[in-house]
């Protein structure tokens, strides 16, 4: 499902920077493992509790879950996260009748075309329980004022409040990995007042894109901070220490410089990413060039080259703990020049990934259509 250009995920970087939302849809879509991963572990949660709760057919959640064992992302400690969340919510006192799964909410009535996947809720009483799960180990987050859960329970009240007398609305963030439950209760009274008063209004001009760029923490995930010239000013402001002494800093100083140290060098890696992809894209970075990686040595034959150490007295119970790609412990138990001699004939050393350098760097200019070439070197010569 594609995601909403204001989408409740995000709602903390489009109220505290309007324009984000538009830069960010003129960029391509990215993903990742670590994203791979928290909709994994949504699945198992959203599967277990089925079963728990009685909601739906048992042999087709049976084959679902199959399907998430089968993942490469899903393992044991994934397991144990999500049952222990699972006994969490239970222990709340949720009734199978009041419990609300995985539900597209629709929050066009808020926010310009948006919609947003609510992962669980739930009635007890007159009150409103809306739970998030962060499988993220990442970001501690805190659900006091969370605009992406208060704009949930919004959809929440929206999509079945006809059905209940609901009064007042407990707001639940659950990371496991990180050891957090979060809690906050809000009336429903002063969440449509934040909805009327808040929430609309920067809807609409982060909608039309207006405002200021205002850098942050909120910028973390943002996908457009590695073209964001105010992100950019932002991280660079510790240029105005000059590297000083930390003895001739203040402790204020200190601390700016240490909260910021993190988005900082994150910064500076994704520029360099950015910058190394353009280059590999053919476009000019001035000053810099590409050159090609240095790979690291990997075992081209294992099982040959642990008939080779056994062969020189070494117990296969010793090389299996030392784990053959440990090259420095194998160093420490034959020594440099054994190791040349016994194990170097068994390694081989691949090209790394193009890597972007100053362009006083010595080594040659990468040029992928020489790589090409050394590809095919065989091909061509036949």
């Not at 791979?36 to 048992?58: D, I, N, S």
Request: glycine fraction near 6%; charge should be positive; hydrophobic fraction near 45%.
């Amino acid at each position: 499902m594609s995601h909403a250009l204001l989408s409740p995920s995000s709602a903390k970087r489009w109220f505290a920077c309007s324009p984000s939302a538009r830069l960010e849809a003129k960029l391509p879509e990215t993903t990742s493992d670590y994203a791979k991963e928290g909709t994994l572990a949504h699945k198992l949660a959203e599967l277990l509790l089925m079963v728990q709760y009685g909601k739906g057919p048992a042999h087709l959640i049976a084959k679902q879950l199959n399907i998430v064992k089968a993942n490469k992302l899903y393992n044991l400690v994934m397991r144990d996260h999500i049952e222990i969340f699972i006994a969490y919510i239970h222990n709340l006192g949720v009734h199978a009748a009041t419990l609300f799964l995985e539900t597209t909410l629709d929050l066009s009535h808020v926010i310009p075309q948006s919609f947003g996947t609510g992962d669980i809720a739930f009635v007890l009483e007159k009150t409103l329980y809306v739970v998030d799960l962060k499988y993220g180990a990442g970001v501690l987050v805190d659900v006091f004022e969370n605009e992406q859960l208060m704009i949930y329970a919004e959809g929440w009240l929206e999509h079945i409040g006809f059905m209940f007398d609901i009064e007042d609305i407990v707001l639940i963030i659950y990371q496991p990995r990180m050891d957090n439950i979060s809690e906050w209760r809000i009336s429903v009274t002063d969440l449509r007042k934040w909805v009327r008063t808040k929430l609309v209004p920067a809807a609409k001009i982060a909608w039309k894109g207006e405002g200021k760029l205002s850098a942050g923490s909120h910028c973390q995930f943002c996908g457009a901070r590695k073209l964001c010239k105010v992100y950019a000013n932002y991280n660079l402001a510790l240029d105005k220490y000059e590297f000083k002494d930390p003895r001739l800093l203040k402790l204020a100083d200190l601390t700016l410089i240490l909260d910021q140290q993190s988005a900082f060098t994150s910064w500076l890696k994704l520029v360099k990413d950015y910058a190394t992809e353009q280059a590999r894209k053919g476009r000019s970075i001035p000053g810099y060039k590409l050159v090609q990686g240095r790979g690291d040595r990997i075992v081209s034959d294992e099982a040959a080259l642990v008939k080779q150490l056994k062969k020189l007295g070494f117990e296969e119970e010793r090389l299996i703990k030392s784990g053959l790609v440990t090259f420095a412990e194998l160093k420490n138990l034959m020594g440099i020049k054994a190791f040349e001699k016994h194990v170097a004939p068994y390694l081989i050393k691949p090209s790394g990934a193009p890597t972007l350098v100053p362009e006083a760097d010595k080594r040659k200019a990468y040029n992928s259509n020489d790589k090409a070439q050394d590809d095919f070197a065989d091909l061509l010569t036949d």
